[in-house]
C-alpha cells in the first residue's frame, strides 16, 4: 500500500497502479500527501516538492523542445539546475514581483537553503521598502551592471508581461520563468511525448478562455503534419466569447459556443473577477484568483449544456479546463467518451478530491484508457490529467 499513513481508498491504490510512468505516480503520491496536510499551504513539503521534483522532470524534457522554435521559450537549464543544486553563489538572485506569489517562491526557496537578496517591482509605493525583510528596487535599479545576478518572474497570472517587460528592459536572458515551469500552454496540452494529433480529428475545448489553446492545437496538427476536421470551443463568459470568435478568426473551421459545460442542462450564474474568468462557486472563486473580490465581482447567467448534447460527430480530443467544474463537466460526457474513446487532458488541481473523484469517473467510462499526470508549475495550480486510448 503506497498510501500508508494517508487518506486510502481501494480506488486509489488501483488508479495508482494503471498509472504509466514514474513521474505521473510521483505526482499523485504529493497530492495524497498534501489531502492529509494543508492543502493551502503554499510551501509544505509535499508543495514544494511536487514543483521540484515536476521541474526536475521538465529540464530533462526541455531539450527535446530547445531547437523548436514555435514551442518559445523553457526554463535555462544552466541556471535552474544550479539552483536546484544549491550551487547559487554564482548568482545574486532577485524576484521580480514583491505580492503574493513572489512571497511564496522566496519563502520557498528558504526551505531549500536559498536566500534572494531582493525584489524588483514596477509598483513605485513598493520601492524603497522592504517586503519580507528584502530591499525592494526598480527594474532601472537592477538594470546596471549585474552580470553576477538573476531575475525569478514571482508572478502567475503576469509571467508573460513580465518577461516582455524585461526584453525590452535588456536584461531577459537572465530571467528564469519559474512560476510556469514550461511553456504551460503548449506543452501542457499539445508538448508531451506521449500525445499525438489524430489525422481528420475534432477538438473539443471547454473552457477556452483567451483562444489560445486553440491555436495552439492549430499549430500542434500542422507541426505533426496532420489536418484537423474541426475545431468547437465551449467558452462560459459571454463577455470572452466574441474576443475568441476574433482572435480564431484566421483558423479554419473553427466555432465558438456561449455556452457553459455541465451535467444537466440549465442556466447557471457565474461570477467574474477582474481575470474575467468565470467561476460558479464565488466562495471557491476568492480563494483561488487573487483578482477576485467584492469590488470587481459582477454577476452573469449562461446556459449550460451537456457535452453529449453538443459532440454530434466523433470527437477525437477533449481539453478541459473550467475552474473547478469539470467533475460536473465530465457527468454530462459519458455517451461522447464511452462512444468515441477521445484523448483526454482534464485539470484536476482546482477542488481536492478531483485527483480522486475524476481518475475513478473516466475509469468507470472507459477502464482501458492509458493515464498520466504532469504538474506545469510551482503551485497547486497547472496539473493535468491525460487518458489515452490506444
Known sequence: MIFENHVYSPHMQDFYDCLCDEESRFVYQQYIKMLTGDWENPISEAR?????????CALQRSKEYQNDSDLGRVVHDSFVMCMLDYKVSYFKLFIFGAGKWGGVLAKTLLMYGIDICGFIDTDESKQGRRFLDKPVISPAEFSGDRIDSAVLI?????????????????????VAAIYNIENLYEI??????????????????????????????????????????KIIGLEANPRRVHIITSDTAHLPNVEILPFAAYSNEQTLTFSIGKSDMAYIDSSFASSHDSS???STEIELTMNAKRIDSIASEPVSFIKMDIEGSEYEALLGARQTICQYKPTLAISIYHKYRDIIEIPQLIREYEPDYRFYLRHHS??????ILYAIKE
Open 292 to 294: 477576485f473580490n467584492g
Open 188 to 229: 501542457a496540452y499539445f508538448g508531451t511525448n506521449f500525445l499525438k494529433p489524430t489525422n481528420n480529428g475534432t477538438y473539443l475545448d471547454v473552457g477556452c478562455y483567451n483562444g489560445y489553446t486553440i491555436t495552439q492545437y492549430a499549430n500542434w496538427c500542422q507541426r505533426n503534419n496532420v489536418n484537423y476536421k
Open 48 to 56: 514544494v516538492n511536487l514543483f521540484l521534483g515536476s521541474l526536475k
Open 378 to 383: 510551482a503551485h497547486i495550480y497547472e496539473t
Open 154 to 174: 514571482g508572478s502567475f497570472a503576469y509571467e508573460a508581461e513580465i518577461y516582455d517587460y524585461l526584453l525590452q528592459s535588456g536584461i531577459a536572458n537572465r
